[in-house]
């Protein structure tokens, strides 16, 4: 007879699983997975030449794609499939070429299947520079199969 | 004496000067700018392999960074340099590989430096994908020297 | 037999019927109900020293709450009981003391039971004073038994 | 030679002047103000017959002013003019008649003239029932003179 696994480890190996086949963050984007726990999570990034925009700066959209990275690792942590229904970023430093940003994410509210995850992205210097808020909601199936 | 600028020459001129030089938006995720004129834009861009999440379709961030750049380019039309300051997005439908998303902007106000800007963006059926609203703030100088 | 009711009458007798039992919007709020179609709505509130807040100007709440009073009736007026799930608000100009503010509301997609509709809120001088997006959910049920 | 204010203290005194000024929150609504400290506020309002929507809930509206007034006592606090640019709201749970809605509100960031408060509406069962987010820009003038 098998242990339960326990929520910390299931979160983990969900984690493991999307971010292997997640070419979009991963590749495209260059991002890493520092952290997938129950309702947590946490991801880095450094901006690269690839993610400038016309101004010389990282690219606004791509500083939410790394909270929204985030927001998936961290709604779907308990390995019911979820999605992004809505997101609002606030937008309150640039990031530069070079910049290591560190997006992490927490659960606020799960209820039903219904969940709003707040993301914080700081810059090397720990400056706040964008505030994401993510509305989940749960849809059939698992994430990985145990 | 040369004869001035009209507003719609001026904003064709600053959308091709920001397009050339914005890596992210053109080469980094393959967008083109359709139409750049005061205070609208529309872009397009084909979701690719590169685009997939873990799911296997289109990244929310990159529907995110397709209207964030339609964005840019509407509130930046009047030659006034503008930067993002919020967004909002609601996910309505999914992106699928070889999906063409086209993403038109609209500015709604601009009072003083302050403006709102909707973006619909729609796939090839004209099925409307996601909607987002993003708030601008001019700083000072100008996209194109006349 | 009788004839099937139309779309638009339909519209209209659930918004009498909403407006009627709504005792925030008409009574405690002083609102005025000025259309109810499918998919719109408009609303009428004139700011009295009620609505006044610590800096003696309408309190941002009510104006506010006059535009998720007409995204109520926008997104009823199809005769299925609709809730608001989330909402955003951008407010652009202060509402003085004798303003009369009008909202107008319209659906921008309705797609299975998840609507958006967008409020714009102006003044007597026809100013854009807010600018509200609002997220629909369907539930069970219809506001009047035909 | 006078000892300074300390920040709690001043906010203490701008929490009691904005809250005695402000017929809106105080007799329309109902609310009282619990607690203001530096970038902290906390307000409660008791769900009353004045309230009720044509659902026989509490007008949706009510809840954001609820968190609305909270946001700005907080981002009032520091004694620098401050005024909401936007809000958003997240609806959880709804509120009876009877229920007691207590909204505690922090500082997240507050960079140069420009700050994001978060918001938590709760009822007496400290169930979560909204999450508002707000952001402030601080204007010329003090609240209260020292």
């Known amino acids: 007879m098998s242990t339960p696994i326990t929520p910390e480890a299931l979160a983990s190996k969900v984690g493991d699983a999307m971010f292997a086949a997640d070419v979009a963050s991963k590749d495209t984007m260059g991002m890493e997975l520092l952290l997938c726990e129950p309702g947590h999570a946490r991801m880095r990034m450094q901006v690269r030449e690839f993610h400038l925009n ?3 700066i990282c690219h606004g959209g791509f500083i939410f794609t790394l ?5 998936a690792f961290a709604c779907n942590s308990h390995n019911k499939n979820a999605v992004a229904a809505a997101a ?4 309150l430093k640039p990031a530069l070429l070079g910049d ?12 039903g299947r219904h969940g709003v995850y707040d993301m914080t992205v700081r810059n090397q210097h720990d400056d ?10 749960q849809i059939a199936g698992n994430v990985v199969n145990l």
Request: glycine residues 12%.
């Open 54 to 56: 016309g101004h010389g």
């Open 67 to 71: 909270a929204d990275s985030t927001f």
């Open 88 to 91: 609002s970023i606030e937008f």
């Open 100 to 111: 290591v940003l560190t997006s992490t994410g927490v659960e606020q509210v799960l209820i």
């Open 128 to 137: 706040v520079i964008a505030l994401f808020r993510g509305k989940s909601a």
